[in-house]
């Protein structure tokens, strides 16, 4: 899957085309989980939990892998990605359209 921001419903219409069972990690998973069980049955594996927290160690792993492929930028040239709107601004532009 590419990176996106979708409902719940629609991300697990995606993960239902894949074949084989699907790994869940993070805290979604753990709010989810009753969720995913019912959807996915055996098919859903849940990561244990002590990996369900982001790590600065994990993101210096990843960094340390760009750097060594060479896959990097520089620091100044970096801008966030965000996959969705925030929530106020979410709110701001309901309350604009709703008047």
């Known amino acids: 899957?590419?990176?996106?921001?979708?409902?719940?419903?629609?991300?697990?219409g995606k993960?239902?085309?894949m074949d084989g069972d699907i790994l869940f990690a993070g805290?979604?998973?753990?709010s989810?989980?009753?969720?995913?069980e019912e959807s996915f049955g055996d098919r859903?594996?849940?990561?244990?939990?002590?990996?369900?927290?982001?790590r600065a160690s994990a993101l210096c792993g990843l960094a340390y892998e760009a750097y060594?492929?060479?896959?990097?930028e520089s620091y100044f040239e970096?801008?966030?990605?965000y996959l969705r709107e925030s929530q106020a601004e979410?709110?701001?532009?309901?309350?604009?359209?709703?008047?």
């Open 44 to 54: 859903a594996v849940f990561a244990e939990k002590h990996l369900n927290t982001p």
């Open 15 to 17: 993960l239902e085309a």
């Open 78 to 81: 970096m801008k966030p990605e």
């Open 90 to 99: 979410q709110q701001r532009k309901s309350r604009v359209q709703n008047g």
């Open 32 to 36: 989810y989980r009753t969720e995913i």
């Open 1 to 12: 899957l590419s990176e996106d921001a979708f409902g719940l419903s629609e991300l697990f």
């Open 27 to 30: 805290d979604g998973s753990v």
């Open 68 to 72: 060594d492929r060479a896959d990097f």
